[in-house]
């Protein structure tokens, strides 16, 4: 195992440590892993959490017009409900707190005890679920469809709506009305390697990639050959409009690296996303490509569309000063 750690126990401890360092707007509490800015904006507080390893996603999308706080688990863990209480109360600025989460049962679980905690407190909160993988059914049977990389933009979207001094049903609303409206399909063509752990969680043959896995290394859809960018465009993109209806629609698109694709082919893919859109009657409104929610270094992408409305555009166009998501 390569890797520019110390000790692979305190990885997350020291990146969040890292982060903090050079981002002096943030402050970092080492005794709840948790990444929150330094001024209190006196308006609605917005948080997240997960397990750690998809970086930037999430400390990194701390910052004005985004995110107030970030929650971080160990290495693709859940955080524990006492690190989430910390991350509420480091966020609340008196007018409420609204939680952004993937749906992953893990993280459901903690963040519904931390939420009935802080509300004793008197903290009010609101919770609202991203599923937008649609390389996984939404059934109600089990827990369902996995969020992934689109849970960025309902960030994006519901941090404007806070910055811009709505109330907490209202920046709540337009959350959910992003997270309806968002689908996203990825593939892999690499593992990765846990620190702790210290060998790759799963195998891919020289010529062989992975539709629809997850970013813990999930099962996907189908083992394949290696793909055109042409080809893994519209494999991806015909996936994600089987599931959502986007014609004639204004779509924020979101292009991104699972940790160790390069730019180079990142924006080859764009292309032919672009191509592949205009030609289904579906208008690309705004372009995000890099990496934005990856799994370690695994090689690979995904593809996410956002339905765009009027509200939607200027929020996703709104200033951000996030370390990892500037406007």
Same mark, same amino acid.
């Given at each position: 195992?390569?890797?520019?750690?110390?000790?692979?126990?305190?990885?997350?401890?020291?990146?969040?440590?890292?982060?903090? /360092? $050079?981002? +002096? *707007?943030? =402050?970092?509490?080492?005794?709840?892993?948790?990444? #929150?800015?330094?001024?209190?904006?006196? %308006? &609605?507080?917005?948080?997240?959490?997960?397990?750690?390893?998809?970086?930037?996603?999430?400390?990194?999308?701390?910052?004005?017009?985004?995110?107030?706080?970030?929650?971080?688990?160990?290495?693709?863990?859940?955080?524990?409900?006492?690190?989430?209480?910390?991350?509420?109360?480091?966020?609340?600025?008196?007018?409420?707190?609204?939680?952004?989460?993937?749906?992953?049962?893990?993280?459901?679980?903690?963040?519904?005890?931390?939420?009935?905690?802080?509300?004793?407190?008197?903290?009010?909160?609101?919770?609202?679920?991203?599923?937008?993988? /649609? $390389?996984? +059914? *939404?059934? =109600?049977?089990?827990?369902?469809?996995?969020?992934? #990389?689109?849970?960025?933009?309902?960030? %994006? &979207?519901?941090?404007?709506?806070?910055?811009?001094?709505?109330?907490?049903?209202?920046?709540?609303?337009?959350?959910?009305?992003?997270?309806?409206?968002?689908?996203?399909?990825?593939?892999?063509?690499?593992?990765?390697?846990?620190?702790?752990?210290?060998?790759?969680?799963?195998?891919?043959?020289?010529?062989?990639?992975?539709?629809?896995?997850?970013?813990?290394?999930?099962?996907?859809?189908?083992?394949?050959?290696?793909?055109?960018?042409?080809?893994?465009?519209?494999?991806?993109?015909?996936?994600?409009?089987?599931?959502?209806?986007?014609?004639?629609?204004?779509?924020?698109?979101?292009?991104?690296?699972?940790?160790?694709?390069?730019?180079?082919?990142?924006?080859?893919?764009?292309?032919?996303?672009?191509?592949?859109?205009?030609?289904?009657?579906?208008?690309?409104?705004?372009?995000?490509?890099?990496?934005?929610?990856?799994?370690?270094?695994?090689?690979?992408?995904?593809?996410?569309?956002?339905?765009?409305?009027?509200?939607?555009?200027?929020?996703?166009?709104?200033?951000?000063?996030?370390?990892?998501?500037?406007?």
């Amino acid at each position: 195992m390569k890797k520019i750690i110390n000790d692979p126990n305190r990885v997350v401890s020291d990146m969040l440590r890292g982060l903090a /360092v $050079a981002n +002096p *707007d943030v =402050e970092y509490f080492p005794e709840a892993e948790v990444v #929150a800015l330094k001024e209190k904006s006196g %308006k &609605v507080g917005l948080i997240t959490g997960g397990g750690s390893g998809h970086e930037p996603s999430f400390a990194g999308y701390v910052g004005k017009g985004m995110l107030t706080a970030a929650i971080a688990g160990n290495v693709f863990a859940s955080p524990s409900p006492d690190r989430i209480i910390k991350g509420f109360e480091a966020a609340d600025s008196g007018k409420g707190v609204l939680a952004v989460i993937m749906n992953y049962s893990g993280d459901l679980m903690n963040f519904d005890m931390a939420k009935e905690m802080v509300e004793m407190e008197g903290i009010e909160t609101r919770i609202v679920i991203v599923k937008d993988d /649609v $390389a996984v +059914p *939404d059934r =109600e049977d089990s827990t369902g469809r996995r969020g992934i #990389a689109g849970t960025v933009l309902v960030h %994006k &979207v519901a941090g404007a709506k806070a910055a811009a001094g709505a109330s907490l049903e209202e920046v709540a609303a337009v959350a959910q009305k992003a997270a309806d409206n968002v689908r996203t399909m990825g593939m892999s063509m690499s593992s990765c390697t846990i620190p702790a752990v210290g060998k790759p969680g799963f195998s891919l043959g020289e010529n062989e990639i992975e539709i629809g896995m997850g970013i813990h290394g999930e099962p996907g859809l189908e083992r394949t050959g290696v793909k055109t960018a042409k080809e893994l465009a519209s494999a991806l993109i015909e996936r994600i409009l089987a599931d959502y209806d986007y014609s004639g629609s204004q779509v924020a698109v979101l292009v991104n690296g699972l940790g160790a694709t390069p730019l180079m082919e990142l924006n080859i893919l764009t292309g032919e996303v672009d191509d592949l859109l205009k030609e289904k009657g579906i208008t690309p409104y705004r372009y995000f490509v890099g990496n934005y929610m990856t799994s370690l270094e695994m090689a690979g992408c995904s593809i996410t569309l956002m339905k765009l409305d009027d509200e939607l555009k200027e929020l996703i166009d709104a200033p951000c000063e996030a370390p990892s998501f500037r406007i």
